[in-house]
T-cell receptor, first 113, second 112 residues
Framework: DQQVKQNSPSLSVQEGRISILNCDYT??????FLWYKKYPAEGPTFLIS?????DKNEDGRFTVFLNKSAKHLSLHIVPSQPGDSAVYFC????????????FGKGTRLSVIA | DSGVTQTPKHLITATGQRVTLRCSPR?????VYWYQQSLDQGLQFLIQ???????AKGNILERFSAQQFPDLHSELNLSSLELGDSALYFC???????????FGSGTRLTVV
């Protein structure tokens, strides 16, 4: 039973345009959500997070939106750059920190110059 | 360099063998997590240690075991290896009370 789902295995976007990566979750105990980015031969690196008390968090070109009623979050990258090409993992954590993150399967983003 | 060190980076071994993967967490982090990434799979949580004690267990096979030592480094032991155990194994560490964590660069295990 997958509690965090990323239904698009891959996404291709032109440089300069917006990339939108989606993530759905099923566990209502999740209250903190994170996005990680992974390049080949490297470990995932933290990108941006959002708490369930917010519906939006922005960091430069990256914005995460959370729709709690729909149990859905999305990551927007504007404008997309070739260096953004990577695998993006959505992750969720229940109400207490320092607990295992639950990850989706990832979406491979390709930004075409 | 994330501060989380995993060794070895690559490991090739035969079925039925036993291997040990090592992880040194970021300085000051008490929690260590082990994840497995197989082909077409996301990051599957295996086990968490906190300050030397097992804290949470995920989808870890009985053939697998782990421990965290007094200096906080951790080892993941995989025994009676099967072809299906071929995967990337990641270690991550976190601060007390933190939600996110820092990953190492992983160990790629190939079982032949």
């Amino acid at each position: 039973d997958q509690q965090v789902k990323q239904n698009s295995p891959s996404l291709s976007v032109q440089e300069g345009r917006i990339s939108i990566l989606n993530c759905d979750y099923t566990n209502s105990m999740f209250d903190y959500f994170l996005w990680y980015k992974k390049y080949p031969a490297e470990g995932p690196t933290f990108l941006i997070s959002i708490s369930s008390i917010k519906d939006k968090n922005e960091d430069g070109r990256f914005t995460v939106f959370l729709n709690k009623s729909a149990k859905h979050l999305s990551l927007h990258i504007v404008p997309s750059q070739p260096g953004d090409s990577a695998v993006y993992f959505c992750a969720a954590s229940p109400y207490s920190g320092n607990t295992p993150l639950v990850f989706g399967k990832g979406t491979r983003l390709s930004v075409i110059a | 360099d994330s501060g989380v060190t995993q060794t070895p980076k690559h490991l090739i071994t035969a079925t039925g063998q036993r291997v040990t993967l090592r992880c040194s967490p970021r300085s000051g982090d008490l929690s260590v997590y082990w994840y497995q990434q197989s082909l077409d799979q996301g990051l599957q949580f295996l086990i968490q240690y906190y300050n030397g004690e097992e804290r949470a267990k995920g989808n870890i096979l009985e053939r697998f075991s782990a421990q965290q030592f007094p200096d906080l480094h951790s080892e993941l032991n995989l025994s009676s290896l099967e072809l299906g155990d071929s995967a990337l194994y990641f270690c991550a560490s976190s601060v007390v009370g933190g939600y996110g964590y820092t990953f190492g660069s992983g160990t790629r295990l190939t079982v032949v």
